[in-house]
């Protein structure tokens, strides 16, 4: 069953065409990468579905929602979250309450609630901090919790900022470019845990990707793009083997 | 789905006893250092000195929130300071009522304005927010002359003084001094407690990244223009108490220097930590008081230069410099007892609070 359905989506900043007539389906519990040649629109579509860029024509679906209709910090309401291509952290704050930044759509309470400590304020606070302290836990976080979240190296940052949008427990998962600037070990580890984290939290992903080994490996359907269209779908066998998608990538000799 | 859920051990201070003891040792000195000050100090310092720096404190800490914690410079909190005083100074004064009640017009006055220039704050950042600030300050005294048979104008308007209950047998200052510092005591609970809640995650994630804090949930316009809101009511509430101590107030007493005076203190004290404001009302109003006045047309110049030197010395401010003399204590020991540090334990107890 389609968890996310695009329909028609097209996107125009001024005389550019960021997105065109862009249409496909992601099923619930898939692995979908979105792959594609620089400036093909994959970025654009990740700021389409979380309500950063109007489109100016074409609908999405999701999970039963209308999600065009749906004001951007309520798309993790309804279970859409995503990390950042150029990491999108808080510098400001440790590790840990990034984390928990992440939890702040399913937890409750005011300016006022929080300044005098209603009662359901600190048990709320101490169960989000556990489920946080979990999460680093298993993405082998834990021991930098209090550590303001900048100045790490790259791979752990990129590591925190999943932590974080897992913590919005997620139906639909969008990475950005997870594995850029990661080194070629930390790389292959990064499939795996998206594969895990995928069967542990039930999610679905999408995810845009130049790794092809990688995508070739954990996607259960590809997409790609050219140009802000769809050129190809399928199968991660079958893109490779499309003609469309080879000459996308090496042109032609023609 | 939900996320497992492990069993955790307290974190912070709480896991070493003996942070924990130190912590305790300091709150406890300190605190009965605030209660002996206006037993210890005579009338002109209390009322001259501490007193003031504690509504500077309450209005630091307003400010600090929002240009601190959530990134949105106001040059403009003295009018907030302003609206404050002439609402208890008017109240009082003209209508008779009892100094306390009108804290309560004064802080729903000021945060109704707060939300007022929080709203298009929404769509200016950075220097030009600063600027439209700016022009509020310098507003504000023209306002006050202008409805001068309200306000009493360039003249001025002095009210009845605040007087201490016979029940306390306090002399007026010291008593003036004890409401001010637990009204600052409250103040500054509530918006630690604040800063460190969902509601305080998500105004310094929108200081860092509003986009990020966004798609994570966070309402941008909703959380900017309620810590507007909030922050021009501690000003207010710190202008209100100012009349408790200093019954008169004029046009020029809350002009654009006021509004410098309290974003210095945030600078100077240490943005974005919560003891900091405290730290910054306590040097910008004694630092004048030290420097020699033999020259009283230098003094000015000694204050910004004494300013420039903290800031190049201490650009974390007065709590960054502690926090980071600490760090270093703390490393050194550590290495001693050949004990490296635990991550985490970089902050000072003062510092963290």
Same mark, same amino acid.
């Given at each position: 069953m389609a968890l996310l359905e695009v329909e028609d989506v097209t996107v125009r900043f001024g005389g550019l065409v960021g997105l065109d007539q862009l249409s496909f389906a992601v099923d619930e519990g898939e692995i979908c990468a979105l792959i594609g040649p620089n400036g093909a629109g994959k970025t654009t579509f990740f700021n389409v579905v979380s309500r950063i860029y109007p489109p100016t024509q074409g609908r999405i679906t999701f999970a039963g929602h209308d999600l065009l209709r749906t004001p951007g910090h309520r798309i993790t309401d309804i279970g859409v979250t995503r990390t950042f291509q150029n990491l999108a952290l808080f510098p400001g704050l440790s590790v840990l309450d990034n984390v928990m930044v992440g939890a702040h759509s399913r937890s409750r309470g005011g300016f006022l609630a929080s300044a005098v400590r209603l009662p359901p304020m600190p048990a709320q606070e101490r169960r989000l901090r556990a489920q946080a302290i979990a999460l680093l836990d298993l993405l082998d976080l834990a021991a930098l919790a209090d550590r303001p979240a900048a100045g790490l190296p790259y791979g752990t940052l990129k590591r925190i900022e999943l932590a974080r949008a897992i913590a919005a427990e997620p139906k639909l998962l969008m990475l950005d470019e997870p594995a850029s600037g990661l080194t070629h070990s930390e790389v292959a580890e990064l499939g795996e845990l998206i594969r895990r984290l995928r069967d542990r939290f039930e999610l679905t992903v999408v995810l845009v990707e130049h790794h092809m080994n990688m995508v070739m490996s954990i996607s259960e359907k590809i997409v790609v793009m050219d140009f802000g269209r769809k050129i190809a779908e399928g199968l991660p066998a079958e893109v490779a083997a499309d003609p469309a998608v080879i000459e996308a990538y090496l042109g032609t000799t023609s | 789905m939900t996320l497992?859920?492990?069993?955790?051990?307290?974190?912070?201070?709480?896991?070493?006893?003996?942070?924990? %003891?130190?912590?305790?040792?300091?709150?406890?000195?300190?605190?009965?250092?605030? $209660?002996?000050?206006?037993?210890?100090?005579?009338?002109?310092?209390?009322?001259?000195?501490?007193?003031?720096?504690?509504?500077? %404190?309450?209005?630091?800490?307003? $400010?600090?929130?929002?240009?601190?914690?959530?990134?949105?410079?106001?040059?403009?909190h003295g009018a907030f300071f302003g609206v404050g005083a002439y609402t208890t100074a008017i109240l009082v004064g003209d209508h008779g009522w009892p100094h306390f009640a009108t804290l309560a017009v004064a802080a729903a006055l000021t945060f109704v304005l707060g939300v007022l220039v929080g709203l298009p704050a929404l769509r200016i950042q950075g220097l030009y927010l600063a600027l439209v600030t700016l022009a509020l300050a310098a507003a504000f005294p023209l306002v006050v002359t202008r409805f001068s048979s309200v306000t009493g104008g360039t003249q001025g308007m002095r009210v009845s003084r605040f007087r201490a209950p016979d029940w306390t047998g306090l002399k007026d200052y010291q008593w003036k001094y004890y409401v001010l510092l637990a009204v600052a005591v409250v103040a500054f609970v509530l918006v630690r407690n604040l800063v460190k809640s969902r509601v305080g995650r998500a105004i310094i994630a929108t200081r860092d990244n509003e986009t990020a804090a966004q798609v994570l949930g966070v309402d941008l316009s909703r959380y900017k223009v309620l810590t507007f809101g909030i922050s021009a009511t501690l000003a207010g509430v710190a202008g209100a108490l100012s009349v408790f101590n200093e019954p008169f107030v004029n046009a020029e007493k809350y002009n654009i220097n006021l509004s410098i005076t309290l974003l210095v203190a945030v600078v100077v004290g240490g943005a974005a930590t919560i003891f900091g404001p405290a730290w910054g009302a306590f040097f910008v109003v004694m630092i004048p008081t030290w420097l020699p006045n033999r020259y009283p047309q230098l003094s000015p110049v000694l204050f910004g230069g004494s300013l420039i030197v903290l800031m190049i010395l201490a650009p974390g401010g007065f709590l960054g410099l502690v926090r980071q003399a600490s760090g270093w204590v703390r490393r050194r020991s550590g290495r001693r007892s050949s004990a490296g540090p635990s991550p985490g334990e970089g902050h000072d107890a003062l510092a963290s609070a």
């Open positions: - | 497992d859920v492990t069993p955790v051990e307290p974190r912070g201070f709480l896991r070493d006893p003996k942070r924990l %003891a130190v912590r305790v040792v300091i709150t406890l000195a300190v605190g009965a250092l605030l $209660l002996a000050l206006p037993h210890i100090y005579p009338r002109f310092r209390v009322e001259g000195q501490f007193n003031v720096i504690i509504t500077y %404190a309450i209005a630091a800490l307003g $400010l600090n929130l929002l240009t601190g914690y959530n990134g949105q410079i106001s040059v403009g």
